[in-house]
Structure formats: structure tokens, C-alpha cells
């Protein structure tokens, strides 16, 4: 599976900004999504994640009513609507894919397949 993340670049704190995420190889429509985030010197966390029918999503506590994850139509994009950034934000943002469900996970998901990153960089 290859995934693709795109859609980030330089806003002002409280804009707002849609990540998406396709892949090649392989559809998702029946494999959880999920965003990742690595802030410049921190470890790589997660972000929210959503199930194969778009009926459950996880989000960390720190973007809960700021940002939302979705799937499309298809199933075989993902979006991430993020509001009122702020510049804590700032980060790659990475989107995954996994052969375990992740509910079972919540937070502590762990997928198997990763994008390349887009970066998201909000000033303050």
C-alpha cells in the first residue's frame, strides 16, 4: 500500500486547513485510517483515526472539536478538516493504514503502512 498526504502548507493561527489522503496499490475501503503528526524534536503522535465504514473515529484529546476525520464516498480518500489551528499544531502530519482494526486501539493504534507527510506550519 502506498499512501499519499496532501493539502498542508503555512497558515495563521485560528485558520483552518483539509489534509487528504489516497492510496495506490491497494483500496482502502475496508482497512481504519488514521493522522499522525511529528512536531520539529518530538515524537511522532497520533492524531485521530477512523474505521473502514466511517461509523467510528478517535481523536486525542488535544484536537477533539478542532479537527475532523472523514472518508470519502468511495472510502478510498481520507480527509482531515482541521479548524481554529494553532501553532502547537505545527508538524508533518502523516496518514496510516493498518491491518489491525483500531478500535481496539484507540490512541495507541499502531498501523503498518505510512505516507510520505505533509507539512502543516501555523504562525502565530
Known amino acids: 500500500v502506498q499512501l499519499q498526504a496532501y493539502g498542508g502548507g503555512l497558515v495563521q493561527a485560528g485558520d483552518s486547513l483539509r489534509l487528504s489522503c489516497t492510496a495506490s496499490?491497494?483500496?482502502?475501503?475496508?482497512?481504519?485510517m488514521g493522522w499522525f503528526r511529528q512536531a520539529p524534536g518530538k515524537e511522532r503522535e497520533f492524531v485521530a483515526a477512523?474505521?473502514?465504514?466511517?461509523?467510528?473515529?478517535v481523536y486525542v484529546d488535544s484536537v477533539k472539536a478542532r479537527f475532523t476525520i472523514s472518508r470519502g464516498n468511495g472510502k478510498n480518500i481520507v480527509y482531515l478538516q482541521m479548524n481554529s489551528l494553532k501553532p502547537e499544531d505545527t508538524a508533518v502530519y502523516y496518514c496510516?493504514?493498518?491491518?489491525?482494526?483500531?478500535?481496539?486501539?484507540?490512541?495507541?493504534?499502531?498501523?503498518?503502512?505510512w505516507g510520505q507527510g505533509t507539512l502543516v506550519t501555523v504562525s502565530s
Open positions: 477512523i474505521t473502514w465504514s466511517g461509523s467510528s473515529t
Open positions: 496510516a493504514t493498518g491491518l489491525r482494526p483500531m478500535l481496539p486501539y484507540g490512541t495507541r493504534w499502531s498501523p503498518d503502512y
Open positions: 496499490g491497494r483500496t482502502l475501503s475496508r482497512y481504519d
